[in-house]
């Protein structure tokens, strides 16, 4: 799959275009792309232009975002760098310019909600009235009473749920770091981990333990501070990779969230940890076996 930043697009005819921010790209997206050839999309998030004081903690980089598009089969991902201008243009020039004038769109799938345009006046109506295209306005997808949305699964992962986070997004939750350091107290108390630095514009779950795939391998992760040694540090993430040998000091790690073991906890001493790490790791293999 190509990624072109929309100044670069090559202008063709007869795209089918989906539309939208896709953050997350989850089982509503992907209604919504099913079908089409191309997709349009925005970096940053338009909120944090519009609306910086409002900007959301995202569920996918760029690069994760791509990846679970062009896995639905789309040939090219269009990129519209977004800022003050952007955002400024009115709903008509936007439909005009790009819609029809950069990409020669003749099919625009969009979810209900979708809005754009200068105080975002242009909405599905606007589109579903331009002869020049055909539009395709999908409803909200709904799981279990549950609208099925970016800010939902937000809510989710960072409550810890994120079992039912990978249930809507159709993928488990991912978080994609390079690992900063071993850990020597870990080491020390047999059980090594791979520590990472969580990303400030990414949602990360919330304090506690998980089973979680990690490159592959099944791993018991904490994310919190680890109150037991107060070590005065910040937010951890600390993946510790069962039957593995080996130092990933440097190398990407990718973690995928499969369920949440418990929640974080102050030990009386090493031991009473050491015997809760024995338990997360007989759950993390079960939790593993399981998915």
Do not use: W
């Amino acid at each position: 799959m190509r990624v072109t930043r929309l100044p670069d697009v090559e202008r063709t005819t007869g795209r089918a275009v989906a539309i939208g921010t896709f953050d997350g790209v989850h089982l509503g997206h992907r209604e919504v792309i099913a079908g089409s050839d191309s997709v349009l999309t925005f970096d940053p998030h338009p909120v944090s232009v519009v609306k910086p004081q409002h900007t959301p903690r995202l569920l996918t980089t760029q690069q994760r975002k791509a990846e679970l598009v062009a896995s639905l089969g789309v040939s090219e991902m269009i990129v519209i760098p977004f800022d003050a201008e952007f955002a400024s243009r009115p709903a008509a020039q936007f439909v005009d310019d790009v819609i029809v004038g950069a990409l020669g769109a003749t099919r625009v799938a969009i979810g209900e909600n979708f809005r754009f345009g200068n105080r975002a006046q242009g909405d599905p109506r606007l589109l579903a009235s331009d002869p020049r295209f055909e539009t395709v306005v999908h409803p909200l997808l709904e799981i279990d009473g549950e609208i099925v949305s970016s800010s939902h699964i937000r809510g989710l992962v960072l409550a810890g749920d994120v079992a039912e986070a990978g249930r809507m997004l159709g993928a488990s939750f991912q978080i994609s770091s390079e690992v900063v350091h071993g850990d020597k107290r870990g080491r020390e108390l047999g059980f090594p981990t791979a520590n990472l630095i969580p990303d400030e514009t990414l949602v990360c779950p919330g304090h506690g333990v998980y089973a979680c795939l990690a490159n592959g391998h099944p791993a018991a992760v904490s994310i919190g501070v680890r109150p037991t040694f107060e070590t005065g540090r910040g937010e951890l993430i600390e993946a510790y990779l069962l039957d593995f040998e080996g130092d990933l000091y440097g190398d990407q790690l990718t973690l995928e969230f499969l369920a949440r073991l418990r929640g974080e906890r102050r030990f009386e001493d090493p031991a009473a940890l050491i015997e809760q790490m024995h338990r997360d790791v007989e759950l993390t293999r079960r939790a593993v076996e399981s998915h």
